[in-house]
């Protein structure tokens, strides 16, 4: 397929987005969005608390909680003032109260799904500010025969389909 050179460095930047958030480096994927799509967190605020809250987190998951606290008062606290975000905070804040935060009741949120859900948003987020499809066909059409392929083991019962695996489908 041949795209526009400002397609492929739009992907580029934002996989290198993906990959920084996803290692934990979050300011620097808060840094490379703002270049990429210059107001999208702005006018987006739950993306952005997701994203200050993956850097809150590795602030807390490295043991940093005197940083982590600073950061949590400069840069969290506005959203405070937003009854939707209050929760969040608290248990963002209720990590720094254990030895051992990935034995907390909130050890979900240093989870590495909860830091790909973030990453996923904010994908779909750039995809949509740069007035692209938030999902790739290839993803869509996958979507879609994994759906049509579940209706028809429904219909079938245990005699149906096997379940469909994309590594098989990619094999054959």
């Known amino acids: 397929m041949k795209q526009p050179a400002d397609c492929l460095e739009d992907m580029d930047k934002r996989k290198r987005i993906f990959h920084y958030a996803l290692e934990g480096n979050a300011l620097k994927a808060i840094e490379l969005t703002e270049e990429l799509a210059h107001d999208l967190l702005e006018n987006n605020k739950d993306l952005h608390f997701g994203l200050l809250s993956l850097h809150f987190i590795e602030l807390v998951c490295t043991r940093k909680c005197t940083e982590a606290l600073e950061f949590a008062q400069s840069k969290l606290t506005p959203f405070g003032k937003v009854q939707k975000y209050v929760e969040k905070l608290e248990d963002f804040m209720a990590l720094l109260a254990y030895e051992e935060p990935e ?33 790739a066909a290839m993803e869509r059409l996958i979507q879609q025969a994994t759906v049509v392929r579940q209706c028809l083991n429904q219909d079938h019962g245990k005699d149906g389909f096997p379940p469909f695996s994309l590594k098989d489908f990619l094999k054959g």
């Not at 590495?112 to 938030?134: F, G, K, T, W």
């Open 103 to 135: 034995k907390s009741p909130m050890f979900h949120l240093l989870s590495l799904e909860y830091r790909q859900q973030v990453v996923d948003s904010l994908n779909r987020a750039i995809l949509a500010h740069a007035n692209r499809p938030s999902y």
